[in-house]
């Protein structure tokens, strides 16, 4: 297993600086179109940091980037790093009020942005506060816009800089997570959190000797961190794909040479979907990092010929649970990491017996490996942090041997298809139709792992709205896997005492009788805007 190095090297700079000097021409990262080596990748960086200052960045000043799967992503990502600046990945979904409070909220002045998401920014353009600088990569737009507008090339051609020096507390990226009782909360991460989460020891798979595919989005921890970082730190090779697609995947894996990656538990099972083939198991991978583990893991790696392991971690708190490659448990997620404490707790934070549903808290044993708290959010974090102790809002338990099961979210947070979906957001949006009077949105089962996200829906009085309906109305207001698939109206929703939503019924109500947007062909696809 991979020993962490000191504290002090555990930054991006010190990774590309190292890679380049020891083995500046090996491959390090590369997409459909072209490769980078260590050695042009790191001078590449120091070129793309000296574009950004010429912009006016300084050290730890955050920068926004929108930006599609390719290599210009991760030149984009790392310039900034090498010069010290702080990148705010945005999900390419995000359109309307969540794209307005993301950049409002991060105080940014500068955005990286494709041309195809930049009407979005344009229709927002009244409510952005701080925005001075716009970036584009792509065709670049005719006709006046309110910010300064600047070529992608031409940061990317940057007159080269010296590298800063970066220390573990210097802020590596603002990541934003959904909320639960509020908007999105930006995860404020240090460059020695970062490269926690990305260490090879979190997962005991990746060498020097392995290529990863990074079929996750980079604006996710899971394709940025777990993919081309970890790669990096190994020494090896990562190759980033446009996406995941399960047709075409395992054409990807052999056509590239790819030995290990991240899937999440609905990619692995949209693969077993797949037609069987005679030649599935004949290609080069060697090990998939499933999240979650499904009840049997054993079918993947047997078909697919490559050996399974699992972790669980969140961008707030690193991965901190891994099973490694010798012992793995059917739907579990490992044991503790090396560095990390944890306990199961009750809502009053005394820790339950084993084998009792307890909620997962963790700190790291040195500074710095989590995060450095929310983003302009000083009360959310203190209540993260109660008795000094991390609260993931994820429900576990643990058996005699130290193996962590996850049980359920303990927040409203939503998991569909790899993306958190905040239950808060969903709902403003549905409320801003003038015919609903209130409503509630929670995840239920999904056939593919993870959830479906159901709305129960009560009407204004005397007024009338179909699933349909409220369907084409959120498309568009919402990212694509925000908008719920099914819906339900209602009298009246469930109450406690205190007349608190009772969420926890709608979930065990189902979705029988509930208006379903992919079986009724209203389902809003990936990506409305391209």
């Not at 600046?85 to 940014?108: F, H, K, R």
């Not at 031409?154 to 507390?169: F, I, K, Q, S, Y």
């Not at 049997?296 to 490694?324: D, L, M, N, W």
């Not at 209602?490 to 019924?505: S, V």
């Given at each position: 297993?991979?020993?962490?190095?000191e504290?002090?090297?555990?930054?991006?700079?010190?990774?590309?600086?190292?890679?380049?000097?020891?083995?500046?021409?090996?491959?390090?990262?590369?997409?459909?179109?072209?490769?980078?080596?260590?050695?042009?990748?790191?001078?590449?960086?120091?070129?793309?940091?000296?574009?950004?200052?010429?912009?006016?960045?300084a050290?730890?000043?955050?920068?926004?980037?929108?930006?599609?799967?390719?290599?210009?992503?991760?030149?984009?990502?790392?310039?900034?790093?090498?010069?010290?600046?702080?990148?705010?990945?945005?999900?390419?979904?995000?359109?309307?009020?969540?794209?307005?409070?993301?950049?409002?909220?991060?105080c940014?002045?500068?955005?990286?942005?494709?041309?195809?998401?930049?009407?979005?920014?344009?229709?927002?353009?009244?409510?952005?506060?701080?925005?001075?600088?716009?970036?584009?990569?792509?065709?670049?737009?005719?006709?006046?816009?309110?910010?300064?507008?600047?070529?992608?090339?031409?940061?990317?051609?940057?007159?080269?800089?010296?590298?800063?020096?970066?220390?573990?507390?210097?802020?590596?990226?603002?990541?934003?997570?959904?909320?639960?009782?509020?908007?999105?909360?930006?995860?404020?991460?240090?460059?020695?959190?970062?490269?926690?989460?990305?260490?090879?020891s979190?997962?005991?798979?990746?060498?020097?000797?392995?290529?990863?595919?990074?079929?996750?989005?980079?604006?996710?921890?899971?394709?940025?961190?777990?993919?081309?970082?970890?790669?990096?730190?190994?020494?090896?090779?990562?190759?980033?794909?446009?996406?995941?697609?399960?047709s075409?995947?395992?054409?990807?894996?052999?056509?590239?040479?790819?030995?290990?990656?991240?899937?999440?538990?609905?990619m692995?099972?949209?693969?077993?979907?797949?037609?069987?083939?005679?030649?599935?198991?004949?290609?080069?991978?060697?090990?998939?990092?499933?999240v979650?583990?499904?009840?049997?893991?054993?079918?993947?790696?047997?078909?697919?010929?490559?050996?399974v392991?699992?972790?669980?971690?969140?961008?707030?708190?690193?991965?901190?649970?891994?099973?490694?490659?010798?012992?793995?448990?059917?739907?579990?997620?490992?044991?503790?990491r090396?560095?990390?404490?944890?306990?199961?707790?009750?809502?009053?934070?005394?820790?339950?017996?084993?084998?009792?549903?307890?909620?997962?808290?963790v700190?790291?044993?040195?500074?710095?490996?989590?995060?450095?708290?929310?983003?302009?959010?000083?009360?959310?974090?203190?209540?993260?942090w109660?008795?000094?102790?991390?609260?993931?809002?994820?429900?576990?338990?643990?058996?005699?041997?130290?193996?962590?099961?996850?049980?359920?979210?303990?927040?409203?947070?939503?998991?569909?298809?790899?993306?958190?979906?905040?239950?808060?957001?969903?709902?403003?949006?549905?409320?801003?139709?003038?015919?609903?009077?209130?409503?509630?949105v929670?995840?239920?089962?999904?056939?593919?792992?993870?959830?479906?996200?159901?709305?129960?829906?009560?009407?204004?009085?005397?007024?009338?709205?179909?699933?349909?309906?409220?369907?084409?109305?959120?498309?568009?207001?919402?990212?694509?896997?925000?908008?719920?698939?099914?819906?339900?109206?209602?009298?009246?929703?469930?109450?406690?005492?205190?007349?608190?939503?009772?969420k926890?019924?709608?979930?065990?109500?189902?979705?029988?009788?509930?208006?379903?947007?992919?079986?009724?062909?209203?389902?809003?696809?990936?990506?409305?805007?391209?």
């Amino acid at each position: 297993m991979t020993v962490m190095p000191e504290l002090a090297q555990r930054n991006l700079g010190a990774v590309l600086g190292m890679g380049a000097a020891g083995y500046p021409d090996k491959v390090a990262v590369r997409d459909r179109v072209a490769a980078l080596s260590y050695g042009d990748l790191w001078e590449d960086c120091l070129r793309v940091a000296g574009g950004f200052i010429s912009l006016g960045v300084a050290r730890q000043d955050p920068v926004l980037v929108m930006l599609d799967n390719h290599l210009e992503f991760v030149r984009v990502w790392l310039g900034l790093a090498v010069g010290g600046a702080v990148e705010v990945p945005v999900n390419t979904a995000y359109l309307g009020s969540i794209l307005s409070y993301v950049i409002n909220q991060s105080c940014a002045k500068v955005m990286v942005v494709e041309n195809c998401y930049l009407s979005r920014l344009v229709e927002l353009a009244p409510e952005l506060q701080g925005l001075e600088t716009v970036v584009v990569r792509g065709d670049m737009p005719e006709g006046g816009l309110p910010w300064r507008v600047v070529s992608l090339n031409e940061v990317l051609a940057g007159r080269p800089t010296a590298p800063v020096t970066l220390d573990p507390w210097d802020l590596h990226g603002i990541m934003y997570t959904s909320g639960t009782t509020g908007p999105s909360k930006g995860v404020r991460v240090t460059h020695a959190h970062a490269y926690g989460y990305a260490s090879p020891s979190a997962y005991g798979v990746a060498t020097a000797d392995d290529v990863a595919v990074v079929a996750l989005p980079l604006f996710h921890i899971g394709g940025q961190w777990a993919g081309v970082y970890n790669a990096l730190i190994a020494g090896g090779s990562a190759v980033v794909l446009d996406g995941f697609h399960a047709s075409e995947f395992w054409n990807d894996i052999r056509a590239f040479g790819c030995t290990v990656g991240l899937l999440l538990g609905a990619m692995a099972d949209f693969l077993l979907r797949q037609p069987a083939r005679l030649d599935d198991a004949d290609n080069p991978f060697r090990v998939a990092v499933v999240v979650p583990l499904g009840a049997e893991p054993h079918v993947f790696a047997q078909r697919f010929g490559v050996k399974v392991c699992t972790a669980y971690g969140s961008t707030e708190a690193s991965a901190v649970i891994a099973s490694g490659l010798d012992r793995i448990v059917p739907r579990s997620c490992g044991t503790l990491r090396e560095g990390f404490e944890a306990r199961l707790v009750d809502p009053n934070d005394m820790e339950v017996p084993v084998g009792q549903v307890g909620e997962l808290v963790v700190r790291a044993r040195e500074p710095w490996m989590l995060m450095d708290g929310y983003h302009q959010m000083p009360e959310a974090t203190v209540r993260a942090w109660r008795n000094l102790w991390f609260h993931t809002g994820d429900a576990f338990t643990r058996d005699e041997s130290g193996t962590f099961f996850f049980v359920d979210r303990t927040k409203d947070a939503i998991r569909r298809r790899g993306e958190n979906v905040s239950s808060f957001e969903v709902e403003s949006e549905i409320s801003r139709h003038p015919a609903v009077a209130e409503c509630a949105v929670v995840g239920v089962e999904s056939a593919h792992s993870e959830q479906e996200i159901k709305a129960s829906i009560v009407l204004q009085p005397g007024t009338e709205l179909s699933g349909e309906e409220l369907v084409r109305f959120l498309t568009g207001r919402l990212p694509y896997f925000m908008v719920p698939r099914y819906i339900e109206f209602r009298d009246e929703l469930p109450r406690t005492p205190t007349q608190k939503i009772r969420k926890e019924a709608l979930r065990a109500a189902g979705t029988e009788g509930n208006f379903d947007a992919v079986a009724a062909g209203v389902a809003p696809k990936r990506d409305p805007a391209r």
